[in-house]
């Protein structure tokens, strides 16, 4: 039976039509009835997709993206690493000198030579520093001007907490998001930069659930504040893009909220309300929209699905709490530590883990996810796509890779994993010193679940899973953040679930 449209009112507007015309075009995009075969990843022909951009240069259309360059680069060799694909070393050597070409010389990093700093670039450029920089001479990492970038960071702070997106330019959370994972992997976080940050991160948030891109500010023009509670409604609404970077930056600045003495508040349920309603339906083979009432769209294959891995961190799903000194998560079957004391039910460890693994999945459907992916996200001609019969573009093929990776891989914020980098810090004696170890462990602490995987199409579809805050691959994230907070993680730091090949 085919899957029944989305309902109307009987009265066609240029949306409905639009929707009805999208649903007729994606179900073309299902296999036959009866068929039995899976679906395949073309890794290949995505593969050679991105060596042609890599090698060849962007096609003509890309240079309306010259301000853009850190993110195509990012774009680029990032999805390699999905893919499970390491470049070599020259390669390597071209593109860290290319991303230093950008490193302004008052902080940050432009979005070509010679252009002006911005949060979004600066983000970008030290995403692939973390991919395929190293330290010393020439790596790229302790050639990060870390001193001129903090200055560069505070001179975009506002009165209320939020920043600027470049001088004299606008504040959007997607900067904040951008700011704040650079601050957390290069050990620039301050009380002082993040000061006011998380309760204007809570002002974002719309009726709806998800968040705006800002706030009305708390000040006036003249740069005088408001009486306190300053209205401070969203700007906007919810989309699924602002959201992420939103909740995001929300469990970075986690360690600063628990020390604060008037501690803002977001409304999680109804952010997990709003976050499952994106998601297409059976019509829509499950994609995700980044907004009420619009098309889905690939991207939002991360931006909304890798969301719920995030709001594991908040206490959301999953199975961080089913943890202790004595189970370890990976350790396999445990029968009997959660034995009731009274008899009245005895339940394995495996059993709750398994139980609660499915109330995860119950939020989304990430095998439909997958799908939608799978039987519509790829372009034949290779690389990933907005949705047919769009063209593929280098933004899609990441972000619909990142969407496939978390769909298929439970990566979750592990309490043991946590104890055991903390157990293994080295003090440095440097301000901040609790602050730091903790913001530290916290991100790598997340580690994907032994078995928990689920694949669709088989091991041959699989993707290198990613970190739910950087979305970078979980080695690149642990090596770059060891390096600039002096650390190093042992290999019983890291979890024997976590079976990414370093890429």
Known sequence: MAPRPTPTDGFPTLTSRSQAETEEVLLKH???????????????????????????????????????????????????????????????????????????????????????????????????????????????????????????????????????????????????????????????????????????????????GGFASSSHPSYSLSGALLPSPAPRPPLGEAHGGYTFCALASWILLQSYIAQSKHKPTIDVKNLLRWLVQMQGTEAELGGFKGRTNKLVDGCYSWWCGGAFALLEALGVGGIQNAESDEVPIDSGTSDGVWDDVDGGLSISYLELRNWLTDALEGLYNRKALQEYILYAGQHPAGGLRDKPPKNADAYHTLYCLSGLSSAQHHVFPSTLRKHQVLESWKPSGKPGEETRKHIFSDLLSWTEEEGGSHIVGGAANRLNATHPLTNLTMTHTEAMAAHFYGQEVSTRARSSGSRNPKA
């Open 30 to 208: 299902l296999p036959e009835p009866g068929t039995k075969t899976e679906p395949v990843l073309q890794k290949n022909s995505h593969m050679q997709f991105l060596v042609r951009n890599l090698v060849q240069g962007f096609p003509a259309r890309y240079i309306s993206q010259d301000a853009s360059q850190p993110w195509l680069m990012f774009w680029t060799v990032q999805a390699f690493s999905i893919l499970q694909v390491a470049l070599d070393e020259g390669n390597k050597q071209r593109i860290i000198d290319k991303v230093m070409a950008w490193q302004h010389p008052e902080g940050g990093f432009g979005g070509g030579p010679g252009q002006s700093a911005h949060l979004l670039p600066t983000y970008a450029a030290v995403c692939t520093l973390a991919i395929v920089g190293r330290p010393g001479p020439r790596g790229g990492w302790d050639q990060i001007d870390r001193e001129k970038m903090y200055q560069f960071f505070m001179k975009l702070k506002q009165k209320d907490g939020s920043f600027l997106v470049a001088h004299h330019s606008e504040v959007d959370v997607r900067g904040i998001y951008c700011l704040l994972t650079v601050a957390t992997i290069l050990d620039l976080m301050t009380p002082e930069l993040v000061e006011g940050t998380a309760a204007f991160i809570a002002s974002c948030q719309t009726y709806e």
